[in-house]
C-alpha cells in the first residue's frame, strides 16, 4: 500500500492450476504472490511466457527446489533447530516425545527434519502422540491438546521433555499441567513452534514458551518487496531464492525437570 499497490484476493476453486491460469490471463494484476503448491505445470508454462513479476513461498527449504523464473522466499528450519537441539543436549536431555494434531500439514517435512536433527544430537524418540483435532480453530485445537495430554500427562513427564508441533498444542499441555498442580520447566520441558505468545492478535502479558520463531512478519516484508522489485523491473522476473532463518527462544518452560534422572 505505501507503494501505492492494492493487495486483491483473486478467487480459487475447483481445478486450481485451470483457476490460477484464467486470473494470470486477465491481467488484473502488475504482479502475482502465488502459493508454492498452487503452481502446476500449465500455471508456470503460462507465467514463463508471459513473463510476469511472480513470487512465492515455500515454508520448508528441503520440500524443493525453486521454480524457473519465479523469485522464491522460503524459511529455513535447520537454524532454529540447530539451536534448539544444543540448548537441549546440554541440560543433559537424551530422549524426548513428540507431541502434535494428526495431519499437521506442514508437519510431514518439518518432523523428518525434526527426527534426523535429534538423532544426529544423540536424543532418542521414546514416543510419537497425535490427537484428533479442528486446525482451524486455535481454541478446539488447543482444548484437543489439553484433553490428549491429561491422558498421557504421566508418560510425558516420566520422559521429561516433549516437543510439540506448534505453540497452541503446547499451550493445551500447559493446561493440562496447571491442572495436575504441575508447572511447565519445572516438572516437565516443553517447546513449541511459532512463537505465538509475542504475536499482536494473542498479547500474553508473561511468554513462558520456549519455541520456534518462525519470523512470519519478515518473511511477509520480503516477499512484498520482491514482488515490488520484480514490478518496477518492467517485467524482467530475476529467477532466485532467499531463505529466512529461523531463531530459537529458550524461555521458562525449558528446564531439566527436578525428579528426573538421565
Given at each position: 500500500?505505501?507503494?501505492?499497490?492494492?493487495?486483491?484476493?483473486?478467487?480459487?476453486?475447483?481445478?486450481?492450476?485451470?483457476?490460477?491460469?484464467?486470473?494470470?490471463?486477465?491481467?488484473?494484476?502488475?504482479?502475482?504472490?502465488?502459493?508454492?503448491?498452487?503452481?502446476?505445470?500449465?500455471?508456470?508454462?503460462?507465467?514463463?511466457?508471459?513473463?510476469?513479476?511472480?513470487?512465492?513461498?515455500?515454508?520448508?527449504?528441503?520440500?524443493?527446489?525453486?521454480?524457473?523464473?519465479?523469485?522464491?522466499?522460503?524459511?529455513?528450519?535447520?537454524?532454529?533447530?540447530?539451536?534448539?537441539f544444543n540448548q537441549i543436549v546440554r541440560l543433559g536431555f537424551?530422549?524426548?516425545?513428540?507431541?502434535?494434531?494428526?495431519?499437521?500439514?506442514?508437519?510431514?517435512?518439518?518432523?523428518?527434519?525434526?527426527?534426523?536433527?535429534?538423532?544426529?544430537?544423540?536424543?532418542?524418540?521414546?514416543?510419537?502422540?497425535?490427537?484428533?483435532?479442528?486446525?482451524?480453530?486455535?481454541?478446539?485445537?488447543?482444548?484437543?491438546?489439553?484433553?490428549?495430554?491429561?491422558?498421557?500427562?504421566?508418560?510425558?513427564?516420566?520422559?521429561?521433555?516433549?516437543?510439540?508441533?506448534?505453540?497452541?498444542?503446547?499451550?493445551?499441555?500447559?493446561?493440562?499441567?496447571?491442572?495436575?498442580?504441575?508447572?511447565?520447566?519445572?516438572?516437565?520441558?516443553?517447546?513449541?513452534?511459532?512463537?505465538?505468545?509475542?504475536?499482536?492478535?494473542?498479547?500474553?502479558?508473561?511468554?513462558?514458551?520456549?519455541?520456534?520463531?518462525?519470523?512470519?512478519?519478515?518473511?511477509?516484508?520480503?516477499?512484498?518487496?520482491?514482488?515490488?522489485?520484480?514490478?518496477?523491473?518492467?517485467?524482467?522476473?530475476?529467477?532466485?531464492?532467499?531463505?529466512?532463518?529461523?531463531?530459537?527462544?529458550?524461555?521458562?518452560?525449558?528446564?531439566?525437570?527436578?525428579?528426573?534422572?538421565?
Amino acid at each position: 500500500l505505501n507503494a501505492g499497490y492494492q493487495a486483491l484476493m483473486l478467487p480459487v476453486s475447483g481445478d486450481i492450476d485451470l483457476e490460477v491460469q484464467k486470473n494470470i490471463r486477465s491481467g488484473v494484476a502488475d504482479g502475482y504472490w502465488i502459493g508454492n503448491s498452487m503452481i502446476g505445470s500449465h500455471t508456470l508454462e503460462e507465467l514463463t511466457r508471459r513473463k510476469l513479476p511472480v513470487i512465492t513461498y515455500v515454508a520448508d527449504t528441503r520440500i524443493q527446489e525453486p521454480l524457473p523464473g519465479i523469485d522464491t522466499v522460503t524459511m529455513a528450519l535447520e537454524p532454529g533447530f540447530q539451536q534448539m537441539f544444543n540448548q537441549i543436549v546440554r541440560l543433559g536431555f537424551r530422549s524426548y516425545i513428540r507431541f502434535q494434531a494428526a495431519g499437521n500439514s506442514s508437519g510431514s517435512h518439518r518432523d523428518q527434519l525434526l527426527t534426523e536433527m535429534a538423532a544426529a544430537h544423540a536424543l532418542r524418540l521414546e514416543n510419537s502422540v497425535s490427537f484428533s483435532a479442528t486446525l482451524f480453530s486455535e481454541s478446539q485445537l488447543r482444548l484437543a491438546a489439553y484433553r490428549a495430554a491429561k491422558t498421557h500427562l504421566d508418560e510425558f513427564v516420566r520422559c521429561g521433555l516433549v516437543l510439540c508441533g506448534n505453540d497452541v498444542t503446547a499451550l493445551g499441555l500447559c493446561d493440562a499441567l496447571t491442572d495436575a498442580g504441575l508447572r511447565p520447566g519445572r516438572d516437565l520441558s516443553l517447546i513449541g513452534f511459532d512463537n505465538l505468545e509475542e504475536n499482536p492478535n494473542f498479547a500474553a502479558p508473561h511468554p513462558i514458551l520456549s519455541t520456534i520463531e518462525t519470523h512470519l512478519e519478515t518473511i511477509g516484508k520480503t516477499l512484498a518487496e520482491r514482488l515490488l522489485e520484480r514490478i518496477s523491473g518492467n517485467g524482467e522476473i530475476v529467477s532466485g531464492a532467499l531463505s529466512i532463518p529461523t531463531t530459537f527462544l529458550r524461555r521458562e518452560s525449558l528446564n531439566t525437570p527436578s525428579g528426573v534422572r538421565r
